[in-house]
């Protein structure tokens, strides 16, 4: 079992950047396909971005394409959510996701552990 704790949200501007961390314990993050997912109220969890467990490849909702990068480091077991040129609509919780296996997913129901979720809040 992993436990997953994401940090690095805030309150931004829109087109500044903000890293997320994920950092994760009990398990080496190594062992899962990461993702984050992001949601906001009264909407369904979203699919933000995926990674594999070696680090490449690397998969992305068309939302943000272009814009956020994910990353891991496996050695200090933690994940990165770079965004940049956020936009108001980027406002959301985001949460970090690990799942068991090869392949990414962009089914939140794939995913076996997650974080308690970070808020990001853009203003225009």
């Known amino acids: 079992q992993v436990q997953l704790v994401e940090s690095g949200g805030g309150l931004v501007q829109a087109g500044d950047s903000l890293r997320l961390s994920c950092t994760a314990s009990?398990?080496?993050?190594?062992?899962?396909?990461m993702g984050w997912f992001r949601q906001t109220p009264g909407k369904e969890r979203e699919f933000v971005t995926a990674?594999?467990?070696?680090?490449?490849?690397?998969y992305y909702a068309d939302s943000v394409k272009g814009r956020f990068t994910i990353s891991r480091d496996n050695a200090k077991n933690t994940v990165y959510l770079q965004m940049n040129r956020l936009k108001p609509e980027d406002t959301a919780v985001y949460y970090c996701?690990?799942?068991?296996?090869?392949?990414?997913?962009?089914?939140?129901?794939?995913?076996?552990?997650w974080g308690q979720g970070t808020q990001v809040t853009v203003s225009s």
């Open positions: 009990g398990r080496t993050v190594s062992s899962y396909v």
């Open positions: 990674i594999a467990r070696s680090g490449t490849p690397t």
């Open positions: 996701a690990a799942r068991s296996g090869t392949f990414y997913s962009i089914r939140k129901s794939d995913y076996n552990y």
